[in-house]
Structure formats: C-alpha cells, structure tokens
C-alpha cells in the first residue's frame, strides 16, 4: 500500500513569488492535513481537508490557502512568500476524519525562500 | 501559544539504559495523546497513544504513561537501541486536530 506521497521533495522560491506543494493521501484515506515545521518549532497546524472542503485551518494568514480534488488529493499554496515561510511543509492523512485516530505523514517539502 | 510543551530539545541515553521523554501539556480538555518518531528526511510515523481513560499503555519496549492532574505524559523506551536515535514529538488532541510539541531529539549511544 503506498503511503502519503508529497512533492517535490524540495522547493527553492524567491520572497513574493508563489509555491505550490502537493499530497496524495493513502488510498481511501478521505482527511488531508497540512503542517508547517519551521526551526526550532513544533509541527504547526495550518489546514485540514475532509471531502472536498476546509473544514479547519490554523492560525496562518491567508496567503497560506489550499485545496481537495475529488481524488482526495490536496494542494497547499503559500502566496507572497516570506523569508519566514522556509519550513518543512507535512501533509498527513487519516481514515476517519475528526476523530483521534493517528495520522499518516508523508516525507515533506522543504521550502526553501530566499 | 504552545499548548503542548517538550521541554526537552534533546536526550543522549547509553544503549541498553531507559530513556525517558517527556511532555507536559496546557488544554485540560485533551482526552488523547500520541508519539511520533521522525527520522531525518522522512515524516513522523505513529509510535504509540494513549487516550485520556487510561494512565498507561504499553507496546514491546515503548510504554506511554499519562498523569492527568499533573497534566503530563511520559514516553519511556527500554532497552534503547541506537536505532532509536531519532526526534520523538508528542501530541494532544481534544477533537479534530492534533496539536504537537516541539520535539526531543534523542541519541542513543551505542
């Protein structure tokens, strides 16, 4: 079974322009969420995809957007890039949105703003 | 506003000795809690959880314990093994998302 597949693995952006980050949830895998790990900080929460719709995002501005294709795949733009947006970027995906059953991760995108 | 707090940014332990981490937390309405092991280059991956009924729970050499008035849990590993090595983040949840602490990397010397 493959797992959470993100890419690309690393991503090198000049401050203003866009990124676009992408995931593959495990198969029927329907939640996708998106984390930020800047250094030295914990995995901070930025959205969480269930069926198509946000259903939750953290305390990021709005620059930090996404979406859900009806694959249940997902993207993650961050506009305007800022210097402090270099992080590694984790999608995970879980089977039962909503409810504590663990997330899968995939390996993440490293973003690099420069 | 960390509500999950590793105060530990790292732990070097002799392989075969326990190595004990730890996570003190802020939200009282958390009722489950997780540890995740990351590797350099590749994501967390699942390790072990406990939810808020319990006050310990044990998998091979990885035992979580919970203390719920002391808002606190604890990850122990014995024996450690130098594959052990690697960052453990710890995570709360009171519902539709986790929230995780900043991580402890641990070194386990052979």
């Known amino acids: 079974e493959a797992g959470v597949t993100q890419s690309p693995t690393h991503l090198i952006k000049t401050r203003g322009q866009q990124a676009t980050l992408r995931c593959s949830p495990i198969s029927g895998h329907t939640s996708v969420y998106w984390y930020q790990q800047a250094l030295g900080l914990g995995l901070q929460f930025l959205l969480w995809?269930?069926?198509?719709?946000?259903?939750n995002r953290g305390n990021f501005p709005p620059r930090f957007s996404g979406r859900q294709f009806p694959n249940y795949s997902s993207e993650l733009n961050v506009n305007a890039l800022e210097l402090e947006d270099s992080a590694l970027y984790l999608c995970?995906?879980?089977?039962?949105?909503?409810?504590?059953?663990?997330?899968?991760f995939g390996s993440g995108t490293r973003l690099t703003v420069v | 506003d960390q509500q999950v707090k590793q105060n530990s940014p790292s732990l070097s332990v002799q392989e075969g000795r326990i190595s004990i981490l730890n996570c003190d937390y802020t939200?009282?309405?958390?009722?489950?809690f997780l540890w995740y092991k990351k590797y350099p280059a590749e994501g967390p991956t699942f390790l072990i959880s406990i939810s808020s009924i319990k006050d310990k729970n044990e998998d091979g050499r990885f035992t979580v314990f919970l203390n719920k008035s002391a808002k606190h849990l604890s990850l122990h590993i014995v024996p450690s093994q130098p594959g052990d090595s690697a960052v453990y983040f710890c995570a709360a949840s009171a519902g539709n998302q986790f929230y995780f602490g900043t991580g402890t990397s641990l070194t386990v010397i052979p």
């Open positions: 939200n009282s309405m958390f009722d489950y």
């Open positions: 995809y269930d069926e198509g719709e946000e259903r």
């Open positions: 995970a995906s879980s089977l039962r949105p909503g409810t504590a059953y663990g997330y899968t």
